[in-house]
Each structure stands twice: as structure tokens, then as C-alpha cells.
């Protein structure tokens, strides 16, 4: 490891980044109002972007200095973070690569190299991205280590496995049994097994040693911001709710792609602290909330800005989301005193690893907790383990909740098969009902 | 036994081995050579199964792909697989999307129409995403009047854990089936497995003998064979290939040799085009055939669990169990090699993304090598478009060496 | 001895081709029709017109090749070939450099790699949906009132474009309505429709690859538009034949005469 690339990044890191940074938040902040449905924006919307570009900028300083790893998001870091890997999270950066609408063209990259256009946006963008070099976020460093788990799908094994195939770099796959009924001891066995053979494999790529303390804690700064943020989501069941789900699906960055450092908690701290505050001075997230709805799926994310002010324009305000929940609903499962046993139980019973009845339940207490009063489900082209199941998941709550909902058919991240004019008429019918339903 | 180590693909390659097979052919056409009928009898599948539950078998509907069968017959249940049933798909798009592999699709059209001959439950094996939400999207939210199973199989490349790991859920599969189906018998379990095992070997020996064009079955005739195995009784249908004819002979040389790679074989009106353009399959990679097939022939089980578990690692590289490319390209390689075939047909799932994402580095190399590639997408509709007679004619055109000069 | 004559015909999912050669390889006669609900009929109309212009009759034609999808349903053929092989023979013929063939008729587009003697030595096709196709932007077309002739207005051709995000052709069409609604430019539209046409083929271009020249045939290279944005794509020239919509049964009349003199020579 060269000592010039060394000092160049931690140069970089201490206050060239920092400075560049003020800057682009300067220019950012002056050409922005609020549009006038919306409450006061969230301060801590700054530095969310400060620390997210922060860690995009610095990554090109990393190469010679620590090792990369691309991570899933739903795989458990924690191990890495103890050989200081840099982490990576692919699926985060398409969906960066979705918010700024160009999903197509990367797809496209991939589809141009025979990739099948069936395939998982986040996949498809993320190998036209590795083909071609090209990121919005400038340039992502190569991995030396791929690390994924099959918790949220077996999509991700198989992007995985392409990109170790052609980049010729080594995968570490942890294998996550689907729960379908209750997690079995065998199961719970079978992770921590998988999670302790590891060990060697990441020593060596990373050059580093493995101490038991420096898991711990790691493990416990994890736990300590996967409840922050989780305390901040259930904030949002205060009337009306501090911030909108369209503000979470920006929060959530870095609880999942910084988890386990302490930038991260350092922030949830911050962001608690401002959420607590308008929750006690009784500020919103939108202007006039009447009417307070639930996400399912995942974000759409080329059409967030236009969904949020279609319905707070209509006064309508999505409190909770299935998606948010995910980095914070297991994590009380992990005791930092039995790791691997906990990580097993943790990671293994993650939503989108998790039969529909546990989706059902859980949505019917967020309903609740949250004072619902409308569902909009998201059925994702991309996503079969989030969207096989919606359409019966839906019919369950609305029959027996009562409770007005909406399917509405798009992608993730590749606009291509987003038909407005389609969604919009949907959305419409949807808020009616949603009137009537109140007004009767 | 073979050592776990062992179990890299494709290091014993000396399983087809010819003098062996030769041997074998000849002991079997002795021993059956008087009860041997000259056309082969396939049973129609909603017959057979009508027939079985008619005298009170114990039928259960099971989902693909991988799943212990020979546990299943030691209960005395008989496994009935859910493909791709024909018919109209109506029930089944209030549930799913339309973006969702039409295996699924017409599997739960096959569940909602509360078929009468399942009497035993359905099976899940754990195959993919899809199939992973449908299994619990019809046991916790859809409901049946049967009890749904679910059976997780290890993924990804495997690792010290993996044969630990799977004899133990083998084994909670079998102490859940007890509490329905009574203690299993260990001595059933045994003679289940012995069964299996000769089906096995005849198989691998069929389809040696199928890139060897040692056969007189059509191309169609070839995969009824193959796919009764997805309905029949393990004996019935060991019966069935003892009765298939391998010749000493090699056949006449068709216009062209393909090998057949993805979930199901192509469907009957495409084969049927293939047999008249004299087109022979002549090795075949397919989830429903050869993926379930072990690998090498191996020995007699002895102890029955530890067999399973030694046959589940045992099966050829498949997409659905997403081991490395690299193995499984080297598996395919040798499956071309062996069938000295002229190209290879990818019979495609639409939405299938185990299969679709293997396929881009397959298709690659393939070409790399200077293989032609022919890529049929299906959604697993009966006949043959125009687009598709299309697609196939300009291939074999190519394969002719282009248009002749 | 009395010269030999060959004839091939194409028929398309939209139109019908006949062209006929000598044995010099020489077109005598070509005749584009449209072909209708009887592909039989237009393939015997298409042939009656050929020979007229040739002055040949019937019986004066050695042998014919059939091609398109419709090449099943000739009758009077002695051979038939796909039109993916005839594309890469007639497109070979024009343009003896052209490496890789792209075809954009009404229903399928396609892709071929050819080799120095015009043998097919790969191809790509587009999957059922007609986003791709000429279909695509007949629908297209006829949303905004024009003629298909219209596509290739120089007004149309330069200038900037809206992009037109659904690659489904269904889709396409409401967003299309909706820009209308918004008054967006007609050669606004008509322009980011090429692009998205182009984006479509695209991808099956680059799986078969840019080897050498590139010729383009079937009735979508008569666009001037497309042809534009299509050169851009590829940085540089296509080889776009004076009648595109005839180099299949050109190659299939081709093919009629190669067969014909295999079966006499031996
Ligand atoms: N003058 C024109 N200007 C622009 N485009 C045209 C013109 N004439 C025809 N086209 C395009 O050509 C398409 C038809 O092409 P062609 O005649 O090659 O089809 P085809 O061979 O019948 O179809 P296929 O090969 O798919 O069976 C039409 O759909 C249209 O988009
Ligand atoms: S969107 Fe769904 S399929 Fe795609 S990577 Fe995420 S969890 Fe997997
Ligand atoms: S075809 Fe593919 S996607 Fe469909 S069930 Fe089978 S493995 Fe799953
Ligand atoms: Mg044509």
C-alpha cells in the first residue's frame, strides 16, 4: 500500500472532501424553494448529501489504500467493516443512477451486451454501469471482494456472480434459508457456520486480522443506529407525521451502505434530534395532512419528487413503508454477546426473507400504530420476492381493514415502463375513493 | 461414498464410460428381450395420475424443480409435478402479475382449479424467487384444502455447511411428513432408494446412448419418455425405460445435432418440426430431464439418508441452484463434446431470471467458441408462430453452412 | 442455349417483393405490392407484374425461391429460405463489403452477420413485442396524422427531440397523446420516436457485432430520420440500397439461381 495514496486520502478525507462539499450544498440550497404543499424542509437534508457524495468523492481515493467491497444490502456488513473493506452498494447506486432518470440508458448498456431486458433493474443498471465505466456519481473503485447474500432475492447472487465472472474477482456468498414458516435450528446452524468460515477467506483478501472485540463493537454501533433510525420511523406516528416516507427513502442511504460506522450514527443522531423537535413543535412534513397512507415496495425512484407533490398536494401523506422498516424490524434478533448466532437470526429473517403471513401481520400493525388511511402497493417489474404476493397481500387488508388501497404497475428504475397517464388515472380513482371513504 | 471433496463437477468424467454401457445394454436386452414391445407405451399423464388416485394412491402435487422423491414413495406418496399444465390461464392473472414466469402462472392455475387427484398437499421445493412467494402466498394467503410443504435447497457455490445443513432439513422433512403420513419405514426408505438408483443409471445410460444415436425414438418421443417421470410410479416407470430399445448401431447422420439447454424441453409442436426437418436433439441440459440426474453413476445406497444427501450433491450444475459459471459452462462443454452436436438451442423460460442471467455468460462463450446459438423464448403457449418456424429455418440454414453455393 | 432466368419472392408480413435476374445476375424486373390478407394471391400478382415488366412468361423462369413469412404459401416456388438468409445474399450482392445486415421490415426486425461470400454467419431477432419494428412507428405515424413518407421531412430530421420513454408500443402511444395534448412539436416527437426505434435495434446490433460495412434493408430504411440517427449511433455510413424492400427476394432470386446450377452441374 503506497504511503502517498494513503496521506492523498486521508487528506481528501479530512478536508478536501469537506470543502467541496460546502460548496455544492451553497448552490444547491439557494436553488431550491419549497413547493407550497410541503412543510419546512428537513435541515439534516444538507448533510445527508454531504455525507453521501462525501462517500461517492472519496471512493476514488480509496484504490491502494484500503479494499473495496460491493456489498448487498441486505448482507451483514458488519463482518467486513472489521477488516476495513470500503464498502460499495451497488443497488444504491442504481438507485441513484434511477432518481436521475437515466435507468434506461444504463440498462440499455446491458441489454446492448445481451442482457435480458427481464432482468432486475438495479441488475441491469449496474452491469451497463460496469461495462461501461460510466456513474453519475463519477467513478466507483473495482472491487477485490464481492459479498452478497440471497436475503432479499437470488437475483442478487446471480448479478453477483456475473460481475465476479467477468471481472474475474472473488464472491463470498452467504446463503440465507427462506423462512417459511419459523426459522429451524438447523437453519439458525447453518448461517453461523457460514458466517465463521468466512473469517479466513476475509483475512486474506484484506490482509487483516480478525478480533472478536472489534465485531463487537461493530456489531453493537449497528444495532445502536439501526434503532435510532427505527425510533425516527416510529416518530412519524405523530400527527402530523414530521417528515414524509419520500424524505425516509433518501434517510435510509446510510443506514444501508454506512451501517456500522460511526458516521452513520452520528447522523441518526442528528436527524433524531430534528425529528424529535418538529414532532414538539407540532411541524409536518406537508402543509395540511388529512389523510396519512402506507408504501409498499420499494421506491419508484425516477417518479419520487412527482408522487410526493401529487399527494400532498391532495393532503395526503405516506407516514410508513414497508421498505423503510427493513433495516430496523430485526434488529433487536441481535445479542452482541452470541454474534453469530444473532446475525443468523437477524439477517435471516429480514422482510423480503420472510413468508407473506409475517408481511400480513406486520403490515396490519403498521396500519394501525401509524392511523392509516390508505394503501398504495407498488408492484415492481424488477422485484418478484417484494411484488409475488401483493396482489392477495392487498385484498387481505382491504377487506378485512376496510381500507381504500391502489396497486399501481411500474419499475424501480427504469422509466421505460412508467406510463403516466396510466398511474396517474389509478392514483386519482385511488384519492377519491379515499375521500369518499372518509366522507361516508 | 464419495468424499466430499470430490463433489467439484465434472472431475470424474469417466462416467459414460462406453465399455460399461456397451455391457450394461446387453445384460438388459437379455433380460428383458421377451416381454420388450415394439412401440413404446407412454401413458398419458392425467389418465395415469385419475388411474392412481382411483385406487387410492396418495397423490401430491410438487412444484419444481429439486426435491427428495424417493423420501416421498417411502410414504407412499406419489410425487405428481407441476410444469407448465395446458389450458388457459384465467384464475391465476387475479394473483400475479404479468411479468411472472408462466411455470408459476400455470402452476397456481393449475392449484386454484382444486384439482382432485392432489389429495396429499403440495410441495414447494425452494427453486427460485417466484416460486419461493408463490409457495407462501398460497399457504398463508391464497389457502388450500390440502396441506402446502415447503423444502428449502442450498444455493450457491457449496460450502462446508451445505451437506450438514441439508441432511438436516432432509430430515425435518421426514419428521414432518410423519406427523401426517405415520413413521417412516427405514426398510421402505431403503428399497425406495434402490429404486431410485436403478432409474437413475438407466437414465444416464439413455442419454448416453442418446449422443450416441443409438436410439429410434423422434425427438418428441424422446422427451414424453423423459418427462413421464414427472407423473409415473418409480417402478412403472422403471418398467417404461426397460423397455426402451438402445441400439448397437449408430443411426443415420441427421442435417443437424443439437443440444438442448434451460428448463423444459421444447414444446411438442416444435419438436415435431425439428423431427421433420431432420433435426435430432442429441444431449439435453434441461432442469425437468438431465439436471436431476446424478452426475456419476453411484454406488448402491447403503445407508439411505446419507445416500440423498450424497445425491443432491451429486446433480449437474443448474441455474436454479446458482453455483459458479464457470463449472457450468465446463459441465456444458462436456455435454457438447460428448454429443458432438452442431449447435445449441436455449429453450427459454420468459421472466425465468435464474436461467436468463446463467444464459448471457453461456451464450458468450458459446460463441466464443464458434458455437452457434439458437435462443427460443417461450411462454410455454402450444404451437409454432411464424416468428419462431423462422427463427429456427434461418438457424439451420447457418448450420448448413449458410445457403449453398 | 436460351438464357436462363430466376425469380424470387418475398412476402412480408406488410408487403409483398418479386424481382427477377438473369443469369448474369442482372435484375430485370422488381415489383413492391402490398400484401394483403392472401399472401398467395399477392405472391402470384407480384409475380404477374415482374414478368410483365421483363417481358418473360412463367414457364421462361428457371426457378424461383420463395422467401418471408409468407414463403410457405407459393406455390409455384421450387425452393424456400428464410428471409433472414435472403437479406445477408441480396444486401452481399449491392454491397459485396457489408459485414452485418440489419433488416427493419413491418413485423420483425433483424440483425445478421455475414461472411465475404454473403453466408450467414449469426443473427439476432426482435422477441414478439412490435416495439423495434416498422409497426412501431406505422401506429406512430398514424397517431399524428402523417404519411409514412412524411418520417423523412428534413424538418423531421434535425432539430431536438422529446424522448419518448416506453419502449411498449402501447404505451408509447398514450405518451404520444399526452405530448400532443401538451402541444410538444410534431417533429419533436417524430424525432425522439426514432431515437427510441433505434435504441430497440440497438441492442441487437451490438450482439451481432459491427463487422465491416453495415447495409440496411426493408421498407424502415426508406426513413431518412431513422437512417440519421442510426448513422450517429454507429459513427458511420450505412449502405442503403436505391430499393430496400426488395433485397430480400433479390437474394432470394439469388439463391433460386445457386441451386439451380447445383442441381445441373453434378
Ligand atoms: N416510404 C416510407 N418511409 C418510411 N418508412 C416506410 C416507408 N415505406 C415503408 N416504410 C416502413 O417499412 C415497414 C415495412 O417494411 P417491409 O416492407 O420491409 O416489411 P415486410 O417485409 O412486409 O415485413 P416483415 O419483414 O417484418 O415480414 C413499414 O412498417 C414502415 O414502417
Ligand atoms: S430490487 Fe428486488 S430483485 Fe432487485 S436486487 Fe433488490 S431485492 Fe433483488
Ligand atoms: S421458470 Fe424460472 S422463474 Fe419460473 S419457476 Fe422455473 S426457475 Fe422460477
Ligand atoms: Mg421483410
Same mark, same amino acid.
Given at each position: 500500500?503506497?504511503?502517498?495514496?494513503?496521506?492523498?486520502?486521508? $487528506?481528501?478525507?479530512?478536508?478536501?472532501?469537506?470543502?467541496?462539499?460546502?460548496?455544492?450544498?451553497?448552490?444547491?440550497?439557494?436553488?431550491?424553494?419549497?413547493?407550497?404543499?410541503?412543510?419546512?424542509?428537513?435541515?439534516?437534508?444538507?448533510?445527508?448529501?454531504?455525507?453521501?457524495?462525501? &462517500?461517492?468523492?472519496?471512493?476514488?481515493?480509496?484504490?491502494?489504500?484500503?479494499?473495496?467491497?460491493?456489498?448487498?444490502?441486505?448482507?451483514?456488513?458488519?463482518?467486513?467493516?472489521? $477488516?476495513?473493506?470500503?464498502?460499495? #452498494?451497488?443497488?444504491?447506486?442504481?438507485?441513484?443512477?434511477?432518481?436521475?432518470?437515466?435507468?434506461?440508458?444504463?440498462?440499455?448498456?446491458?441489454?446492448?451486451?445481451?442482457?435480458?431486458?427481464?432482468?432486475?433493474? #438495479?441488475?441491469?443498471?449496474?452491469?451497463? &454501469?460496469?461495462?461501461?465505466?460510466?456513474?453519475?456519481?463519477?467513478?466507483?473503485?473495482?472491487?477485490?471482494?464481492?459479498?452478497?447474500?440471497?436475503?432479499?432475492?437470488?437475483?442478487?447472487?446471480?448479478?453477483?456472480?456475473?460481475?465476479?465472472?467477468?471481472?474475474?474477482?472473488?464472491?463470498?456468498?452467504?446463503?440465507?434459508? $427462506?423462512?417459511?414458516?419459523?426459522?429451524?435450528?438447523?437453519?439458525?446452524?447453518?448461517?453461523?457456520?457460514?458466517?465463521?468460515?468466512?473469517?479466513?477467506?476475509?483475512?486474506?483478501?484484506?490482509?487483516?486480522?480478525?478480533?472478536?472485540?472489534?465485531?463487537?463493537?461493530?456489531?453493537?454501533?449497528?444495532?445502536?443506529?439501526?434503532?435510532?433510525?427505527?425510533?425516527?420511523?416510529?416518530?412519524?406516528?405523530?400527527?402530523?407525521?414530521?417528515?414524509?416516507?419520500?424524505?425516509?427513502?433518501?434517510?435510509?442511504?446510510?443506514?444501508?451502505?454506512?451501517?456500522?460506522?460511526?458516521?452513520?450514527?452520528? #447522523? #441518526?443522531?442528528?436527524?433524531?434530534?430534528?425529528?424529535?423537535?418538529?414532532?414538539?413543535?407540532?411541524?409536518?412534513?406537508?402543509?395540511?395532512?388529512?389523510?396519512?397512507?402506507?408504501?409498499?415496495?420499494?421506491?419508484?425512484?425516477?417518479?419520487?419528487?412527482?408522487?410526493?407533490?401529487?399527494?400532498?398536494?391532495?393532503?395526503?401523506?405516506?407516514?410508513?413503508?414497508?421498505?423503510?422498516?427493513?433495516?430496523?424490524?430485526?434488529?433487536?434478533?441481535?445479542?452482541?454477546?452470541?454474534?453469530?448466532?444473532?446475525?443468523?437470526?437477524?439477517?435471516?429473517?429480514?422482510?423480503?426473507?420472510?413468508?407473506?403471513?409475517?408481511?400480513?401481520?406486520?403490515?396490519?400493525?403498521?396500519?394501525?400504530?401509524?392511523?392509516?388511511?390508505?394503501?398504495?402497493? &407498488?408492484?415492481?417489474?424488477?422485484?418478484?420476492?417484494?411484488?409475488?404476493?401483493?396482489?392477495?397481500?392487498?385484498?387481505?387488508?382491504?377487506?378485512?381493514?376496510?381500507?381504500?388501497?391502489?396497486?399501481?404497475?411500474?419499475?424501480?428504475?427504469?422509466?421505460?415502463?412508467?406510463?403516466?397517464?396510466?398511474?396517474?388515472?389509478?392514483?386519482?380513482? $385511488?384519492?377519491?375513493?379515499?375521500?369518499?371513504?372518509?366522507?361516508? | 461414498?464419495?468424499?466430499?471433496?470430490?463433489?467439484?463437477?465434472?472431475?470424474?468424467?469417466?462416467?459414460?464410460?462406453?465399455?460399461?454401457?456397451?455391457?450394461?445394454?446387453?445384460?438388459?436386452?437379455?433380460?428383458?428381450?421377451?416381454?420388450?414391445?415394439?412401440?413404446?407405451?407412454?401413458?398419458?399423464?392425467?389418465?395415469?395420475?385419475?388411474?392412481?388416485? =382411483?385406487?387410492?394412491?396418495?397423490?401430491?402435487?410438487?412444484?419444481?424443480?429439486?426435491?427428495?422423491?424417493?423420501?416421498?414413495?417411502?410414504?407412499?406418496?406419489?410425487?405428481?409435478?407441476?410444469?407448465?399444465?395446458?389450458?388457459?390461464?384465467?384464475?391465476?392473472?387475479?394473483?400475479?402479475?404479468?411479468?411472472?414466469?408462466?411455470?408459476?402462472?400455470?402452476?397456481?392455475?393449475?392449484?386454484?382449479?382444486?384439482?382432485?387427484?392432489?389429495?396429499?398437499?403440495?410441495?414447494?421445493?425452494?427453486?427460485?424467487?417466484?416460486?419461493?412467494?408463490?409457495?407462501?402466498?398460497?399457504?398463508?394467503?391464497?389457502?388450500?384444502?390440502?396441506?402446502?410443504?415447503?423444502?428449502?435447497?442450498?444455493?450457491?457455490?457449496?460450502?462446508?455447511?451445505?451437506?450438514?445443513?441439508?441432511?438436516?432439513?432432509?430430515?425435518?422433512?421426514?419428521?414432518?411428513?410423519?406427523?401426517?403420513?405415520?413413521?417412516?419405514?427405514?426398510?421402505?426408505?431403503?428399497?425406495?432408494?434402490?429404486?431410485?438408483?436403478?432409474?437413475?443409471?438407466? =437414465?444416464?445410460?439413455?442419454?448416453?446412448?442418446?449422443?450416441?444415436?443409438?436410439?429410434?425414438?423422434?425427438?418428441?418421443?424422446?422427451?414424453?419418455?423423459?418427462?413421464?417421470?414427472?407423473?409415473?410410479?418409480?417402478?412403472?416407470?422403471?418398467?417404461?425405460?426397460?423397455?426402451?430399445?438402445?441400439?448397437?448401431?449408430?443411426?443415420?447422420?441427421?442435417?443437424?445435432?443439437?443440444?438442448?439447454?434451460?428448463?423444459?424441453?421444447?414444446?411438442?409442436?416444435?419438436?415435431?418440426?425439428?423431427?421433420?426437418?431432420?433435426? =435430432?436433439?442429441?444431449?439435453?441440459?434441461?432442469?425437468?430431464?438431465?439436471?436431476?440426474?446424478?452426475?456419476?453413476?453411484?454406488?448402491?445406497?447403503?445407508?439411505?439418508?446419507?445416500?440423498?444427501?450424497?445425491?443432491?450433491?451429486?446433480?449437474?450444475?443448474?441455474?436454479?441452484?446458482?453455483?459458479?459459471?464457470?463449472?457450468?459452462?465446463?459441465?456444458?462443454?462436456?455435454?457438447?463434446?460428448?454429443?458432438?452436436?452442431?449447435?445449441?438451442?436455449?429453450?427459454?423460460?420468459?421472466?425465468?431470471?435464474?436461467?436468463?442471467?446463467?444464459?448471457?455468460?453461456?451464450?458468450?462463450?458459446?460463441?466464443?467458441?464458434?458455437?452457434?446459438?439458437?435462443?427460443?423464448?417461450?411462454?410455454?403457449?402450444?404451437?409454432?408462430?411464424?416468428?419462431?418456424?423462422?427463427?429456427?429455418?434461418?438457424?439451420?440454414?447457418?448450420?448448413?453452412?449458410?445457403?449453398?453455393? | 442455349?436460351?438464357?436462363?432466368?430466376?425469380?424470387?419472392?418475398?412476402?412480408?408480413?406488410?408487403?409483398?417483393?418479386?424481382?427477377?435476374?438473369?443469369?448474369?445476375?442482372?435484375?430485370?424486373?422488381?415489383?413492391?405490392?402490398?400484401?394483403?390478407?392472401?399472401?398467395?394471391?399477392?405472391?402470384?400478382?407480384?409475380?404477374?407484374?415482374?414478368?410483365?415488366?421483363?417481358?418473360?412468361?412463367?414457364?421462361?423462369?428457371?426457378?424461383?425461391?420463395?422467401?418471408?413469412?409468407?414463403?410457405?404459401?407459393?406455390?409455384?416456388?421450387?425452393?424456400?429460405?428464410?428471409?433472414?438468409?435472403?437479406?445477408?445474399?441480396?444486401?452481399?450482392?449491392?454491397?459485396?463489403?457489408?459485414?452485418?445486415?440489419?433488416?427493419?421490415?413491418?413485423?420483425?426486425?433483424?440483425?445478421?452477420?455475414?461472411?465475404?461470400?454473403?453466408?450467414?454467419?449469426?443473427?439476432?431477432?426482435?422477441?414478439?413485442?412490435?416495439?423495434?419494428?416498422?409497426?412501431?412507428?406505422?401506429?406512430?405515424?398514424?397517431?399524428?396524422?402523417?404519411?409514412?413518407?412524411?418520417?423523412?421531412?428534413?424538418?423531421?430530421?434535425?432539430?431536438?427531440?422529446?424522448?419518448?420513454?416506453?419502449?411498449?408500443?402501447?404505451?408509447?402511444?398514450?405518451?404520444?397523446?399526452?405530448?400532443?395534448?401538451?402541444?410538444?412539436?410534431?417533429?419533436?416527437?417524430?424525432?425522439?420516436?426514432?431515437?427510441?426505434?433505434?435504441?430497440?435495434?440497438?441492442?441487437?446490433?451490438?450482439?451481432?457485432?459491427?463487422?465491416?460495412?453495415?447495409?440496411?434493408?426493408?421498407?424502415?430504411?426508406?426513413?431518412?430520420?431513422?437512417?440519421?440517427?442510426?448513422?450517429?449511433?454507429?459513427?458511420?455510413?450505412?449502405?442503403?440500397?436505391?430499393?430496400?424492400?426488395?433485397?430480400?427476394?433479390?437474394?432470394?432470386?439469388?439463391?433460386?439461381?445457386?441451386?439451380?446450377?447445383?442441381?445441373?452441374?453434378?
Amino acid at each position: 500500500m503506497s504511503l502517498s495514496a494513503k496521506l492523498k486520502y486521508k $487528506f481528501m478525507k479530512d478536508y478536501g472532501a469537506p470543502a467541496l462539499m460546502s460548496l455544492q450544498g451553497l448552490k444547491r440550497r439557494r436553488s431550491r424553494p419549497t413547493p407550497s404543499a410541503f412543510g419546512p424542509p428537513l435541515e439534516s437534508n444538507a448533510r445527508l448529501k454531504e455525507i453521501l457524495t462525501r &462517500h461517492y468523492y472519496l471512493s476514488r481515493f480509496v484504490p491502494g489504500v484500503k479494499k473495496v467491497a460491493w456489498v448487498t444490502s441486505g448482507a451483514p456488513v458488519e463482518l467486513l467493516r472489521v $477488516f476495513d473493506f470500503y464498502t460499495i #452498494y451497488p443497488e444504491n447506486h442504481s438507485a441513484l443512477v434511477g432518481a436521475k432518470k437515466q435507468g434506461a440508458e444504463y440498462c440499455g448498456i446491458a441489454e446492448g451486451d445481451s442482457f435480458s431486458q427481464d432482468l432486475c433493474s #438495479y441488475a441491469r443498471i449496474d452491469l451497463g &454501469h460496469m461495462l461501461s465505466g460510466k456513474s453519475p456519481a463519477g467513478k466507483l473503485p473495482k472491487p477485490d471482494l464481492l459479498f452478497c447474500s440471497n436475503n432479499i432475492c437470488q437475483t442478487v447472487l446471480y448479478w453477483y456472480k456475473a460481475i465476479s465472472q467477468e471481472l474475474d474477482i472473488p464472491l463470498i456468498h452467504f446463503d440465507a434459508p $427462506f423462512v417459511s414458516d419459523r426459522q429451524s435450528e438447523a437453519d439458525i446452524r447453518y448461517m453461523a457456520q457460514q458466517l465463521q468460515d468466512m473469517i479466513p477467506i476475509l483475512e486474506q483478501v484484506s490482509g487483516n486480522v480478525f478480533y472478536m472485540s472489534d465485531l463487537e463493537a461493530v456489531l453493537k454501533r449497528s444495532q445502536d443506529s439501526s434503532r435510532t433510525w427505527g425510533n425516527i420511523l416510529k416518530a412519524m406516528q405523530a400527527k402530523p407525521a414530521p417528515m414524509t416516507i419520500f424524505d425516509a427513502f433518501g434517510h435510509l442511504a446510510p443506514i444501508v451502505s454506512l451501517r456500522g460506522l460511526p458516521v452513520a450514527q452520528d #447522523y #441518526y443522531n442528528i436527524l433524531a434530534e430534528e425529528i424529535d423537535d418538529r414532532v414538539s413543535k407540532g411541524i409536518g412534513a406537508i402543509r395540511d395532512e388529512k389523510y396519512r397512507l402506507i408504501w409498499d415496495n420499494i421506491a419508484i425512484w425516477y417518479k419520487v419528487r412527482y408522487l410526493a407533490t401529487f399527494f400532498a398536494e391532495r393532503k395526503m401523506n405516506f407516514v410508513t413503508a414497508t421498505y423503510t422498516n427493513a433495516w430496523a424490524e430485526t434488529i433487536d434478533h441481535l445479542n452482541i454477546k452470541d454474534p453469530w448466532n444473532s446475525m443468523a437470526r437477524t439477517y435471516g429473517q429480514i422482510i423480503l426473507n420472510n413468508n407473506l403471513k409475517h408481511r400480513l401481520g406486520l403490515m396490519r400493525r403498521m396500519i394501525d400504530d401509524f392511523s392509516v388511511d390508505g394503501m398504495v402497493m &407498488h408492484s415492481t417489474r424488477s422485484c418478484k420476492p417484494y411484488s409475488v404476493g401483493q396482489y392477495d397481500l392487498r385484498k387481505a387488508i382491504s377487506t378485512s381493514l376496510n381500507l381504500p388501497s391502489v396497486i399501481i404497475d411500474a419499475d424501480i428504475a427504469d422509466e421505460r415502463v412508467w406510463s403516466e397517464q396510466q398511474i396517474q388515472t389509478r392514483l386519482e380513482a $385511488f384519492c377519491e375513493s379515499l375521500e369518499d371513504t372518509n366522507r361516508g | 461414498m464419495y468424499p466430499f471433496d470430490a463433489i467439484v463437477y465434472l472431475q470424474r468424467d469417466d462416467h459414460y464410460k462406453r465399455s460399461d454401457l456397451e455391457q450394461r445394454a446387453q445384460i438388459d436386452a437379455m433380460s428383458i428381450n421377451d416381454t420388450k414391445d415394439k412401440v413404446l407405451k407412454i401413458p398419458d399423464r392425467s389418465d395415469y395420475l385419475r388411474d392412481q388416485r =382411483r385406487s387410492g394412491q396418495e397423490i401430491m402435487g410438487v412444484l419444481p424443480a429439486l426435491y427428495p422423491r424417493e423420501l416421498l414413495w417411502a410414504f407412499n406418496i406419489l410425487p405428481a409435478e407441476i410444469w407448465d399444465p395446458p389450458g388457459e390461464i384465467l384464475l391465476a392473472n387475479v394473483h400475479l402479475q404479468a411479468s411472472i414466469c408462466p411455470i408459476v402462472k400455470r402452476g397456481l392455475e393449475f392449484i386454484l382449479k382444486s384439482p382432485e387427484i392432489i389429495n396429499s398437499g403440495y410441495l414447494f421445493p425452494h427453486t427460485c424467487d417466484s416460486l419461493q412467494n408463490l409457495g407462501t402466498q398460497v399457504k398463508d394467503l391464497i389457502g388450500v384444502p390440502v396441506p402446502v410443504y415447503t423444502f428449502y435447497n442450498p444455493k450457491g457455490e457449496f460450502n462446508k455447511a451445505s451437506k450438514r445443513y441439508y441432511s438436516e432439513i432432509l430430515f425435518n422433512l421426514q419428521k414432518t411428513l410423519e406427523k401426517s403420513h405415520g413413521l417412516l419405514s427405514q426398510n421402505q426408505l431403503k428399497a425406495a432408494c434402490e429404486l431410485g438408483h436403478k432409474i437413475d443409471i438407466r =437414465r444416464q445410460m439413455l442419454h448416453a446412448a442418446l449422443m450416441e444415436d443409438r436410439f429410434d425414438l423422434s425427438n418428441r418421443e424422446y422427451f414424453q419418455l423423459i418427462r413421464a417421470a414427472e407423473y409415473m410410479q418409480g417402478q412403472d416407470y422403471l418398467d417404461l425405460l426397460n423397455h426402451v430399445e438402445i441400439n448397437e448401431q449408430i443411426g443415420v447422420a441427421p442435417r443437424a445435432r443439437l443440444l438442448v439447454t434451460g428448463i423444459l424441453p421444447p414444446g411438442d409442436d416444435i419438436l415435431n418440426f425439428l423431427d421433420e426437418s431432420r433435426v =435430432r436433439i442429441v444431449s439435453e441440459d434441461l432442469l425437468s430431464g438431465s439436471r436431476r440426474i446424478p452426475i456419476v453413476e453411484m454406488d448402491q445406497p447403503d445407508d439411505p439418508m446419507e445416500y440423498l444427501v450424497e445425491r443432491f450433491f451429486l446433480l449437474p450444475p443448474c441455474s436454479t441452484k446458482a453455483g459458479g459459471l464457470d463449472k457450468r459452462l465446463q459441465y456444458l462443454k462436456k455435454l457438447i463434446a460428448k454429443s458432438r452436436c452442431h449447435g445449441v438451442l436455449f429453450n427459454t423460460v420468459k421472466f425465468c431470471e435464474p436461467e436468463l442471467f446463467d444464459q448471457h455468460f453461456l451464450i458468450k462463450s458459446m460463441k466464443v467458441m464458434g458455437l452457434p446459438v439458437l435462443n427460443l423464448e417461450t411462454e410455454l403457449q402450444p404451437g409454432l408462430s411464424g416468428q419462431e418456424k423462422t427463427r429456427i429455418e434461418a438457424f439451420l440454414e447457418m448450420l448448413d453452412e449458410g445457403v449453398p453455393v | 442455349m436460351a438464357d436462363l432466368f430466376f425469380g424470387g419472392i418475398d412476402v412480408g408480413s406488410l408487403s409483398t417483393e418479386a424481382v427477377i435476374i438473369n443469369s448474369e445476375e442482372q435484375v430485370l424486373a422488381e415489383v413492391v405490392l402490398i400484401t394483403g390478407v392472401n399472401g398467395s394471391e399477392a405472391a402470384q400478382k407480384a409475380l404477374n407484374q415482374a414478368l410483365e415488366l421483363a417481358e418473360l412468361a412463367q414457364s421462361q423462369i428457371a426457378a424461383l425461391t420463395s422467401t418471408g413469412y409468407g414463403r410457405a404459401s407459393v406455390p409455384f416456388a421450387t425452393g424456400k429460405t428464410t428471409e433472414i438468409s435472403c437479406h445477408g445474399v441480396g444486401a452481399h450482392h449491392l454491397f459485396p463489403s457489408t459485414g452485418t445486415v440489419i433488416d427493419v421490415g413491418g413485423q420483425d426486425s433483424k440483425v445478421i452477420q455475414i461472411d465475404d461470400r454473403g453466408h450467414m454467419l449469426d443473427f439476432s431477432m426482435n422477441d414478439k413485442c412490435a416495439a423495434g419494428t416498422g409497426r412501431f412507428l406505422e401506429v406512430m405515424a398514424d397517431r399524428l396524422e402523417l404519411e409514412l413518407d412524411e418520417l423523412s421531412n428534413p424538418a423531421y430530421i434535425t432539430g431536438p427531440s422529446t424522448p419518448i420513454s416506453s419502449t411498449c408500443t402501447v404505451f408509447a402511444e398514450s405518451e404520444v397523446i399526452s405530448l400532443l395534448a401538451k402541444d410538444t412539436p410534431r417533429e419533436q416527437i417524430v424525432n425522439g420516436l426514432q431515437r427510441s426505434i433505434v435504441n430497440r435495434i440497438w441492442s441487437m446490433v451490438v450482439s451481432i457485432g459491427i463487422h465491416g460495412e453495415v447495409t440496411i434493408t426493408g421498407g424502415v430504411a426508406k426513413n431518412q430520420g431513422l437512417i440519421k440517427v442510426l448513422e450517429e449511433k454507429l459513427g458511420q455510413k450505412l449502405n442503403v440500397p436505391k430499393n430496400p424492400q426488395t433485397v430480400g427476394a433479390l437474394g432470394a432470386a439469388l439463391i433460386a439461381k445457386r441451386h439451380h446450377s447445383d442441381s445441373t452441374s453434378t
